[in-house]
C-alpha cells in the first residue's frame, strides 16, 4: 500500500464500504460536520521561513510525550477482528497513544500488552456503576495511563459484525442487555450491535466526581461544548477535556488557559486541520475516521501509512505557516482569525475574542433560537412545530391604524388637549408606561386582578419585564431563583446575563408538586443561601404544556408566604385556549406574594412588543419609608430602554379599548382555533401511532387541553443532530427538550408546537414526524 495518501485511503475506503458501514459512518460524519465547515473556513496563513530543520512535531501531555499531537480513537469493534490490535501496534510504532472504547473486543491486558505507547480508556456514565468501578479497575490493572468519560447524551456506541465486548462478558455476561434493540447474544445485533441500553442516558457532572473518587488515574472530560463547562471541568477535578466544537474551542482553552490540556474531539481530516486546531488553543486532536480509513484499505500497514502521512502533512503546515513546533502555534497562523467566522476580518480591524466577552454568548441557551431559525431557514420545505407564534391568519394590517385611532379619540374623550397627544405620541413618555389604566382596568375585568395602575410596569414585551424583576430581586451570589424545570428559554437565558444560576424543580409525569419545591427551598437554605424567587408558567406551560391544579396553585402560596419568597407568573397561553382558564395565582394572592408577568404578544399580536409586570410589592428604605417595587422597576428601566414605545402602546390600548377590556372575548375565535390545532396533532399523531405501537417503541406524549405545546418522549437521544436529520431527510422540523432543562435532562424529548400550522400542515407533519421516530428508533 506504499505511497498511497491520506486522501487516497480515504477514497478507496468508501469505494469498498458496504451499505451497513456505509450508513452508521455517515451518521458519524453528521456528528462532525460542524468541524468540518469550520475548517474549511479558516484555513491558514503563509508565513516566513526563518526556522531552520524540520519542524517539531512532539508535545507532552499527561506528562507523557508524544510524536505529534495526535490521539488515535476511540474505535470499538471495528471492521477486521484484528483490528484494534493492528491500530494499537501501529499507533504504538508511530509513538502516539490510542483511546480504547469500554466495548472493545480485545482484553485490556492483551491490548496493553501489544502497546508501546500510552493507553486511555473510553468509559461511560453507566445504569449500573458496578460495570464502570469493574471497567476501570481493569483498565488500571493492565496499566491504562488516563480515563475519558463523556458528560451530556451518549451517543450509540455500535460494535463490529461479531465483536464481543469481552471486558464486560468475562467479568459479568448476565448484565448484558437481552431484550430488542440490545445485544441479543454476545456475538451481535445485526451487522453492528448497540449497547447503548447499558449506558444511562447522560453523563452529569455527579458521574465524574464519583469517577475522580474510585481511581487516581487522569480523567479526561470530553463532551465540552461551552466555556461554562471547560472552566468547570478543572474545578471538578479533571486532569484534561476534550472540546467537541471548533468553533467554541478558542473560548474554551482561552478560558482553561493552560491548567489542564485541550484536545479537540473530531472532524480532523488532514495535517491542515491539526495545525488549525492547535492555532485555535488545542493542545492535541483525536484522530477517529481516517485511522478506520487506513484499517478498511490496508489493515496494520495502513493505519500506520495514515499516521506518517497526517504526521508528515502536519510538518508541511508547519513549514508552509513558518512555524516551528506545535508549541509555537497560536491564532496568528489562521487566515480567518476564528473558526466562527465566515470571511476573513478587515487587516485593520482589531480582533475580539469571544473568551474577553461576558461568559453569557458563549452559553448553548443564547444559541438555541439562533440554531432553530438556521435549521429552519436551510430546509424552507420542511413542516415545522417549533416556532411558538400565533397564527398570522388573524391578523389584518389595517387593525393597526384603527386600534391608534381608537386610543387617540379616547384621550381626547379625557379631555387631552392636542399639544398633550401630540406628545404622547412623539415624545418618550414615563419609563412606567403610558396605558397603565388601562391594563389595569383590563385585568380587573377580565383577570379579577385588581390592582393600582401605579403597580404595573408597560414592558417592552415580557422579556423585559423578566430582566427588571431579576435585576432588581436579586442581589448577589447567594440569593437563589428558582424554576420550574422544563422552563421557557427566556427566564434562563436573562439569569445568565446576570450571572444567576437556575436552580430546577423537575416537573414529574403529572406535572408540578409544591413538595418539590418546598424541598428545592429546604436544600438551598441548609447551604445558606437565600431562596428569593420562584418562576412557574401555571396555565398550559412552555414547553411541556402542562398545567397547575388548583390544589397546588393554593399549596403554592400558601408556600410563598410561609417561606417568604415571591412567585414569578408567567401565564401567556390564558387567553388563548379554549373553555373557562383557572384562576391565575395573582388573582389569588392575598399575601403580595405573586409578581405576575404579562404579554400582549399571544392574545393581540407580537409585533407591538408590549408586555407588563404587576408589581404591588411594598418596599422599605432604612428611613421607613414605602414604595411599590414597580417603581424600583421603572427607574432600572429608565436606565435600560428608557420607555416602551409610545406607538406600539397606543396600538395595544385601542385594542384593549375596542373590546372593554375583555382579550378573553377578543381571543373566542383564535382560542377555539388554537384548541382545534392542539386535538387535530393529537388526533393525527394517535393515527400514526397508535397505542400498540408506541408502546413497542416506547413513545409517549401529554394531552394538554391548551395552549401552543406537547412534549413527546422517544426512546432514542435529542440533540441538534438529530434535529438535523428530522428535517433533512423527514421534513419535519422540532425543538430538543433539552434546551429547556436549566440544570440538563430533557435528552429523549420532543417538544411540539402546533399554533401556527393549518390543519393540512398539522396532518402532513405528524405522518412525516412518525416516520422519523420509526426510522430513529429502529437505528437505536
Known sequence: MAGLSVDDYARLARDGMDSALSAFLTA????????????????LRPGGSGNPGPPETATKILDRTWSAPLLVGPLAGLVRPEGELAVVRAAGAAGLPVVVSA????????????????????????????????LAGSAADAGFGALVLTLGPQRHVRLGPGAVPVNLAEDDPIRLPRAA??????????????????????????????????????????????????????????????????????????????RVPVLLGGGVRRGADVLAALACGADAVLLE??????????????????????????????????????????????????????????????????????????????????????????????????????????????????????YLNHLTEQGSSPQAIRTAMYQYGPAAGQIREIIADSL?????????????????????????????????????LLAVSPCYVGITGAARLFDIEVTAVDEREDGFHVADLEA?????????????????????????????????????????????????????????????????????DRARSVVHLGSFAKTLFPGARVGFVVADQLVSDDSGRTSLLADELAKIKSMVTVNTSSLSQAAVAGALLACDGRISELNSVAAAYYGDSMQATLRNLDRHLPADRRAALGVRWNEPTGGFFLAVNVPFPVDGAALTRSA????????????????????????????????????????????FIEAESAAS
Do not use: C
Open 728 to 771: 433533512q431527510e423527514f421534513g419535519v422540523i422540532w425543538t430538543p427538550m433539552n434546551y429547556f432543562y436549566p440544570q440538563g435532562g430533557g435528552h429523549h424529548g420532543i417538544r411540539l408546537s402546533t399554533s401556527y400550522l393549518t390543519p393540512a400542515e398539522i396532518e402532513e407533519g405528524t405522518a412525516r414526524l412518525a416516520r
Open 28 to 43: 458519524e460524519e453528521r456528528a462532525w460536520s460542524g468541524n468540518r465547515e469550520a475548517f474549511d473556513r479558516v484555513g
Open 289 to 406: 475516521r481516517p485511522v478506520l480509513d487506513g484499517l478498511l484499505v490496508g489493515a496494520r500497514e495502513g493505519v500506520a501509512e495514515v499516521l506518517d502521512g497526517l504526521a508528515q502533512e502536519l510538518r508541511t503546515a508547519l513549514a508552509f505557516t513558518g512555524t516551528g513546533s506545535v508549541a509555537d502555534a497560536g491564532d496568528e497562523l489562521l487566515r480567518s482569525g476564528h473558526p466562527a467566522t465566515s470571511a476573513p476580518p478587515s487587516e485593520a480591524a482589531p480582533a475580539l475574542r469571544k473568551s474577553d466577552l461576558h461568559a453569557s454568548v458563549s452559553d448553548p441557551v443564547l444559541d438555541t433560537m439562533n440554531f432553530l431559525n438556521e435549521v429552519t431557514h436551510r430546509y424552507p420545505d420542511a413542516i415545522s412545530f417549533a416556532p411558538g407564534r400565533p397564527y398570522d391568519g388573524f391578523f389584518d394590517t389595517e387593525q393597526i391604524i384603527t386600534h391608534i385611532r381608537h
Open 520 to 588: 428545592a427551598i429546604r436544600r438551598e437554605q441548609a447551604r445558606g443561601r437565600r431562596p428569593r424567587a420562584f418562576y412557574v408558567i401555571p396555565d398550559h406551560s412552555n414547553p411541556s404544556g402542562a398545567t397547575m391544579s388548583p390544589q397546588a396553585r393554593a399549596a403554592l402560596l400558601e408556600l410563598a408566604a410561609r417561606h417568604d419568597i415571591l412567585i414569578l407568573e408567567d401565564s401567556p397561553y390564558r387567553m388563548v385556549s379554549p373553555g373557562t382558564p383557572l384562576p391565575t395565582l395573582k388573582s389569588l
Open 181 to 258: 434493540g440490545a445485544l441479543a447474544d454476545l456475538g451481535g445485533y445485526g451487522p453492528f450491535a448497540d449497547v447503548g441500553a447499558l449506558l444511562a442516558a447522560a453523563g452529569e457532572w455527579p458521574d465524574l466526581a464519583w469517577l475522580i473518587s474510585l481511581t487516581a488515574q487522569p480523567r479526561v472530560v470530553a463532551g465540552v461544548r461551552t466555556v461554562a463547562a471547560g472552566v468547570r471541568a478543572p474545578e471538578a477535578g479533571a486532569g484534561g477535556i476534550v472540546a467537541e466544537d471548533l468553533r467554541t474551542l478558542p473560548s474554551i482553552a482561552a478560558a482553561v488557559a493552560g
Open 444 to 480: 380587573r375585568v377580565d383577570e379579577n386582578i385588581d390592582v393600582p395602575p401605579e403597580s404595573i410596569v408597560v414592558t417592552v414585551g415580557a422579556q423585559e419585564a423578566m430582566l427588571l424583576v431579576l435585576r432588581a430581586l436579586i442581589t448577589g451570589p447567594d440569593d437563589v
Open 103 to 134: 466495548f472493545t473486543g480485545r482484553s485490556f491486558a492483551e491490548l496493553a500488552s501489544a502497546a508501546e505507547g500510552p493507553l486511555w480508556l473510553r468509559t461511560h456514565s453507566f445504569r449500573d456503576r458496578s460495570t464502570a468501578r469493574r
